[in-house]
């Protein structure tokens, strides 16, 4: 059996390490992802990163990555799934990888499109200049905030006012689910309580948006590849027009700026929920990230 440890802060290093090439992968890669987001074990088998998760009540691996022998590292996880009596199951698989298992173990998955977990990936130009008719909306609503709000301010979370993020959070929740007691954001919240607890540990990068000393949006992002920045959490007050325009706009500036070789901002995944959809596509995303869970043919899996 694989001896796979919980993901923990101390561990960025060692997992950095076997990102050698440069090929393109979603959130759930990024390091500050495997350990804000349920419970995720990482262990090596055959020169490569393998991962157990314990995700949203499923038991799934990760496809493995580095410069190691896949294939044997693949027989490695095939090997673990049996002894710990539970189907080989692989979530995150991308096309080159479904390829790859389909070589190894001919008929004996099944790879469903894993449509809600696609990546929305943006120009960080396009989230900067708002510029084309594509965007006409989107100006006018940050002229707007604009215009309500002509001394607003942004603040780069420090170590210093991290506090009042975690107040607004907690208050964003609080409003949300007096309004749908039934909505469901306890994980989400266990992770941004993470993000608040190891925020220099894990690298992260995040903003203020203000109003003299009322807050009005928040943000939180960090470096997912070298062209790449990953925005985990966007939270704004929904009474405010324009709140989530401008803290995307601002804080695309801002990154653009401070990390000038960065291309891209990935803004994960909308759950299948259809207001999400609506509101990521709006923005015209450069590309999505397309993913797949990979099932053993003979095993029930509830997706």
């Not at 796979?4 to 290093?13: D, I, M, T």
Request: with cysteine.
């Amino acid at each position: 059996m694989i001896d796979f440890k919980p993901a923990n802060v101390e561990q960025r290093k060692f997992y950095s390490s076997f990102f050698t090439d440069k090929r393109e992968r979603g959130c759930e890669y990024g390091f500050s992802n495997l350990v804000l987001w349920g419970q995720q074990n990482i262990a090596e088998a055959e020169g490569c990163l393998v991962r157990l998760s314990y995700y949203s009540g499923h038991i799934s691996y990760a496809f493995p990555i580095g410069s190691g022998d896949k294939s044997e590292a693949l027989k490695a996880l095939q090997k673990d799934a049996q002894q710990r009596g539970i189907p080989c199951a692989f979530m995150g698989v991308y096309e080159e990888d479904k390829k790859l298992l389909e070589a190894l173990y001919p008929n004996q998955y099944r790879f469903v499109s894993a449509r809600d977990s696609f990546d929305y990936i943006y120009s960080i130009n396009d989230l900067c200049d708002l510029a084309g008719r594509k965007y006409h909306q989107k100006r006018n609503h940050l002229h707007r905030f604009k215009d309500a709000y002509p001394e607003y301010k942004t603040e780069l979370l420090t170590k210093e006012n991290l506090h009042l993020a975690r107040d607004f959070a907690a208050a964003w929740y609080k409003e949300k689910l007096a309004g749908n007691p039934v909505s469901d954001f306890d994980m989400e919240q266990i992770a941004l309580d993470r993000a608040f607890r190891y925020f220099d540990q894990l690298g992260l990068e995040g903003m203020l948006l203000k109003n003299a000393d009322e807050v009005l949006a928040i943000t939180i992002a960090s470096r997912i590849s070298e062209d790449t920045f990953d925005v985990h959490f966007e939270k704004a007050k929904e009474s405010v027009q324009g709140a989530y325009t401008a803290i995307n706009n601002e804080f695309a500036k801002h990154l653009r700026e401070k990390h000038p070789e960065l291309l891209y901002l990935n803004r994960e995944e909308d759950m299948g929920i259809e207001g999400l959809r609506r509101a990521k596509e709006s923005y015209r995303p450069h590309h999505l990230i397309e993913k797949y869970m990979a099932f053993p043919v003979e095993a029930e899996y509830d997706q």
